[in-house]
């Protein structure tokens, strides 16, 4: 579809969308007359404005079945968000919304590049976290061989992977990290596998990381964006241009807001994104806002596809470290730290307090180097480098290779230790 139809297709499912959130939700009800606006209000697409936003704090404030459109009999399954900012958030699927889910993940996946005849191991967490499930229904409804190793048993992974003839891997950019480390311990290169396309995604990576995945597993590392509440994997995916990640605009309305005072910002800026979805039945979200930040690009990708794209994910508005008054996404830190030569993939960030804040980064020198450069000097080194950037001292503490724990899903990076108040 060229943009016009797709925002045809937009409009008349966001009228749709709002009238069925309207008449079955009280939540949606009560907001929308409480703000003055009617369901016929709606008549062209910018007239999403005037809704009110959705945020994470309503679906808790539902707990346990959530904002449900539906009869509890329509609800075929339920999942819950991995919690990594606090209490788990239920959300819930009808048959239609199961099946409108695996359809987006088999894009993402013909997105990427995988095709029927490849052979997918997924290892995602399966259960209440959507990934496993997510990537695996993407996967069948694609109609390609699934192995569902799920996470762990990382020496049995590498079996399967070489004795199955794996063509793709799912996991997270962590997971595949220590993957690599594996391969290396178990002596086996990845050359003798088949391994051509990874599907990464789940946490923010960088593009030193994509760089390095890519080197050691010969592979293509592709990203893939998504969020439990609005279904799990699958609302945007990167093409083979790896120039950001198209977003399924026949199902997700994207704008992006100023997080603070909520305005609505002009393609090219830099916000909080916010999604309405515009065919989900059981729990419907309009304006949701996702505390994740990136630029949407609307200009159509060299692959042909007018859906737009969203850039890599810097990092959540929640995310944000307040170091002794000055603010600091770990994303910030990591770019700095991928840049050094000398040092490893793997790092961890502590927050300490005793009347001052302090930052300690620890990082894992490069194996290469290991013991074979100074360790004064290159301490200095990223101190400083740290400072330049981050207009802040940090101190830095560089270990051994393989000492920081490695994670089966999403890296935990940041280890706040001051007392909240
Ligand atoms: P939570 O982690 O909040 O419990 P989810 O497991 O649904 O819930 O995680 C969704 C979040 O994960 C997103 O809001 C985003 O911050 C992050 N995320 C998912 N995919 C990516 C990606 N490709 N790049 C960066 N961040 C991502
Ligand atoms: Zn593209």
Same mark, same amino acid.
């Given at each position: ?13 966001? !009228? ?10 009280? #939540? ?47 609800? #075929? ?24 889910? +695996? ?55 590498? %079996?399967?992977?070489?004795? =199955? ?61 998504? =969020?439990? $509440? ?20 026949? $199902?997700?309305?994207? $704008? ?43 200009? !159509? ?12 994910? %810097?990092?959540? +508005?929640?995310? #944000? ?40 980064? %620890? ?8 013991? !074979?450069?100074?360790? !004064? ?45």
């Amino acid at each position: 579809m060229n943009g016009d139809d797709i925002s045809r297709l937009q409009l008349k499912r966001l !009228k749709a969308q709002v009238k069925h959130a309207y008449d079955n939700v009280r #939540m949606y009800r009560d907001r929308m007359d409480k703000a003055g606006i009617k369901v016929d209000d709606i008549r062209k697409l910018e007239d999403i404005s005037k809704i009110p936003f959705t945020k994470k704090d309503d679906l808790r404030d539902h707990y346990p079945y959530g904002i449900l459109a539906v009869p509890i009999e329509n609800v #075929m399954r339920l999942h819950a968000s991995s919690g990594t900012t606090g209490i788990p958030t239920v959300v819930s699927y009808t048959r239609h919304d199961l099946d409108t889910w +695996s359809d987006l993940m088999a894009r993402c996946y013909s997105c990427a590049g995988v095709t029927p005849s490849d052979i997918v191991q997924n290892a995602y967490g399966y259960g209440l976290f959507t990934g496993g499930l997510g990537f695996h229904m993407g996967a069948e409804r694609l109609g390609a061989l699934v192995l569902p190793t799920a996470t762990g048993n990382t020496k049995r992974q590498i %079996k399967m992977m070489r004795d =199955m003839r794996t063509t793709v891997l799912c996991c997270t950019p962590s997971y595949s990290l220590y993957l690599i480390e594996a391969l290396q311990e178990e002596k086996v290169d990845p050359s003798e596998l088949d391994l051509r396309i990874g599907m990464f995604g789940a946490e923010p990576w960088s593009d030193e990381t994509r760089l390095h995945i890519q080197d050691s597993l010969g592979i293509r590392a592709q990203d893939l964006y998504g =969020m439990s $509440e609005l279904y799990g994997p699958g609302v945007a995916a990167e093409c083979p241009e790896q120039n950001g990640l198209h977003i399924w605009s026949d $199902e997700f309305l994207v $704008e992006t807001i100023d997080p603070d005072t909520g305005e609505v910002l002009s393609p090219g800026e830099k916000g909080e994104v916010v999604f309405t979805m515009l065919t989900r039945e059981a729990m419907p979200l309009l304006r949701y806002r996702t505390r994740d930040l990136a630029v949407i690009e609307y200009e !159509k990708c060299a692959c042909g596809r007018s859906h737009p794209r969203i850039m890599r994910i %810097k990092g959540r +508005s929640d995310d #944000m470290l307040i170091v002794g008054g000055v603010n600091v996404f770990p994303s910030q830190i990591e770019d700095i730290l991928v840049g050094i030569e000398e040092l490893g993939e793997q790092y961890q960030i502590v927050l300490e307090t005793d009347r001052l804040d302090h930052l300690y980064v %620890k990082v894992e020198v490069s194996p290469k180097y290991w013991k !074979k450069v100074d360790m !004064k000097e290159l301490s200095s080194k990223v101190v400083s480098t740290l400072q330049a950037s981050l207009t802040l001292r940090a101190k830095v503490e560089l270990l051994e290779p393989g000492v920081i724990p490695r994670t089966e899903g999403k890296a935990k990076r940041v280890i706040d230790l001051r007392k909240k108040i």
